[in-house]
């Protein structure tokens, strides 16, 4: 399975986030991808959105929990976060809205992600992502 394959088959990746004291913390969050990126949604008071906002680096991890371990495969990513605002915001919320509703999901409104309302939108750009080699564990940069 390539990284294109392993996204298009999984709707929840894993948020490795720190705060600025560099206290680590994960998240799972529903995501949709996003032409170099992916994007989600959160409370900006949770957790993994403080620590953005003070640290917008993170790593992600997208898998299927569901094989057996000889056949696991996972997209390792490095990515910048920023919580998305405007025309981005706006274009990045039909985006998450059409791979909501292809899995059966209500589409999200711009209403649902502005400052009155509890959710924002978030994006991460990827800088490097990587795969595993084979058995070893060995990981090789992919392009998304």
Known sequence: MDARE??????????????????????????????????????????????LAERPELALVIYDSTVRPAERQALYVEAVAQQLEGDRRDAAVGRYSECSVADGLEPLSVGEVTESAPYRMYRAAVTAAFMLEDERDFRIPVGL
């Open 6 to 51: 392993l996204i298009a088959a999984n709707r929840y990746m894993t948020l490795a986030t720190a705060d600025a004291a560099g206290r680590p913390w994960i998240s799972p969050v529903w995501f949709a991808p996003d032409d170099g990126g992916f994007l989600w949604i959160s409370r900006p008071d949770s957790r993994h959105s403080r620590n």
